[in-house]
């Protein structure tokens, strides 16, 4: 529906644009995080039977947010840089929208595969009550938008009420799941905490204001801490 709303409320471009950064964030994040959901779901009612579903829930968290957290951080700092370089300079407003996108989409990615919750909890009416807040959220952000005529306003009111509702459905999952509060801080701060150390090349060129010339190198550094933290996540999983 959003494309649509915006082409038709908007300009094609807008709507293209809009496209393209949705998918090119959302289709690494839907694909992982379908394969966690799956596994999560897999021993989510056992666990709940054995009185460890929060434990479960937290540790799903953790490593959810520990793997989405750092390249959402990198295309806030370098989206248009990234989305020029990669498809073309006409296709950097793209980028400047997968910077607005970028904490929703993470937000989705670590909420999302743990949305089985309420059928665990046998709390469905909850999930659609936090369905139908979105849609009217992001109905009125476009439809406010549009009232103003301001392609980039709609889009940023859109991500950002996303955001918060999918906010609000991750303290909810991690509140009725019995989830340690102290756990869930460590996570987040563990995660933002690598995010900051893996992008810190990112950090260095953007303080110093020369997302010029530096900035490919900034990024070939990201890339390759990125692929060691990613290597070591991957073994500890499959020990």
């Known amino acids: 529906m959003p494309p649509l709303l915006f082409a038709a409320l908007f300009d094609p471009v807008v709507a293209g644009m809009y496209s393209l950064a949705n998918r090119v964030l959302s289709m690494p994040m839907l694909v992982l995080g379908k394969s966690v959901a799956n596994v999560f779901l897999s021993g989510a009612a056992q ?5 460890r579903f929060g434990m479960r829930v937290a540790e799903v968290h953790g490593r959810l947010a520990q793997i989405g957290m750092p390249p959402a951080l990198t295309l806030a700092l370098a989206g248009p840089q990234l989305f020029a370089w990669v498809f073309g300079a006409e296709w950097r407003d793209a980028g400047v ?10 937000l989705v990615f670590v909420t999302s595969p743990l949305s089985a919750a309420f059928d665990v909890l046998g709390r469905q009416a909850a999930g659609l009550s936090f369905q139908l807040l979105l849609l009217g ?15 980039t306003l709609a889009i940023v009111l859109f991500a950002m009420g996303s955001g918060v509702c999918w906010s609000v459905q991750l303290l909810w999952i991690l509140r009725e799941s019995g989830s340690y509060g102290r756990a869930i801080r460590i996570a987040v701060a563990t995660a933002l ?6 992008n810190s090349p990112l950090i260095a060129v953007f303080f110093r204001r020369d997302m010029g010339a530096s900035w490919p190198h900034a990024v070939a550094g990201v890339a390759a801490l ?11 999983a499959l020990r």
């Open 47 to 51: 666990a709940w039977r054995e009185g």
């Open 97 to 106: 929208i997968a910077q607005w996108l970028s904490p929703w989409l993470y």
């Open 137 to 151: 959220v992001r109905a009125s952000a476009i439809a406010f938008g549009a009232w103003r005529g301001d392609a």
């Open 193 to 198: 905490g690598w995010s900051l150390l893996l």
């Open 226 to 236: 990125a692929a060691v933290r990613y290597g070591v996540l991957i073994r500890s």
